[in-house]
Structure formats: C-alpha cells, structure tokens
C-alpha cells in the first residue's frame, strides 16, 4: 500500500518525506496562491481555479483569499458555503462542508494527528481523520476544528473555539475545548 492510499485509509503514512504526497501539495499550494493573487473582481478566473483545485465544479460558493489547503481534492462542499478571509483546510482526510455553511476568518480544519513521541514523529509519521460539518453551520472567527470531528447541522460555534469532540445538531458551543452552551431553538431568532 502506497503512503496516499495509508493516508485516505486512515493510517499512519510517511507525510513528509514521500515524493508524490510531495508532489500533489506542491501543486495545491501553486493552485492556492494563484487563487490568493487573483483580483477578488475576476470572479470567473477565481472559480476556475477553485474548480482545479477541488477537482470538481461547484456553483454558489464563496471562498475569500487568502486561502490554503494541502490536496483540495479531499475537500468536498455543499451549495452555498462562504469561507470568509484567511482559511486553512488541512486536508489530509476529507473535509466535508454542508450546504449554507458560514467558516469565519481565520479558521482552521485540522486533520492531522502526530505520534506523541518525538522518536517517531521524527521520522514524518502523520495521520489523518476525517472531519464533517454538516448544513446551516456558522464557525466564527478563529475557530479549530481538530481530527476526527463531526460537527452536526445547525450548529454555532463561537469565534476562538477549539473544536475537539463531536457536536450534535443544534447546539451553540464555546470555549477551548468547546462546550455546549446551550440548544438552539429554530423556532425562535
């Protein structure tokens, strides 16, 4: 089994030291600053570049730079996400993003894990779990999203959270780590 294939099946694989990882991250972080370096006016170049980038085409999204990824192509979105300025998704595992879902500035979706002993992170060892939000999701400002994590749908969480369990539906959650603080009515504003 190749270090991509150890990656996408959850496994512990070489991140650092494989040439093809290597190679595929070289080229979205070209595709990124492309992005990055691409007048927020020139609207139709931006979503060609997107569209490269995730290897698919979506319509109704909004992406503002600057913006990075490692793959893109394991990053997967609904209709009508908005990723507000200065995002980073560490995609080593696939990201899934809800329709209607707000990511505040400076955000972070993080599937990375690193052994505990220096040792044997040392030697690039790294691996990746899967994160999922999930519709009607609004991160604020700052907020981490660490691996593994499910983030139900209609959830809130508050600018500065780190995000280290799974949340369920409807819930308003903050603090580091995020906690619930309370449920969230959809009957009332």
Request: some cysteine.
């Amino acid at each position: 089994m190749n270090e991509k294939a150890k990656m996408l099946a959850g496994e512990w694989y070489d991140a650092n030291y494989d040439s093809a990882l290597n190679k595929e991250r070289i080229r979205a972080k070209d595709l990124c600053f492309d992005l990055n370096h691409t007048k927020p006016s020139d609207i139709d170049q931006r979503h060609k570049i997107l569209n490269s980038l995730f290897n698919n085409e979506f319509s109704n999204i909004e992406i503002l730079s600057p913006f990075m990824v490692d793959y893109g192509y394991n990053i997967s979105l609904g209709d009508s996400v908005f990723i507000n300025h200065d995002c980073y998704l560490m995609d080593c595992a696939l990201i899934s993003i809800g329709d209607n879902t707000f990511i505040g500035p400076k955000c972070g979706l993080y599937t990375a894990n690193h052994p505990l002993k220096a040792i044997v992170r040392n030697k690039g060892l790294e691996q990746a779990l899967p994160i999922t939000i999930g519709n009607n999701v609004w991160l604020g400002a700052n907020v981490s999203v660490l691996p593994g994590v499910t983030i139900g749908d209609g959830v809130v969480v508050s600018a500065g959270s780190i995000v280290t369990k799974n949340i369920s539906d409807n819930q308003l959650v903050m603090g580091a780590p995020a906690k619930v603080v309370k449920s969230i009515n959809n009957n009332e504003k």
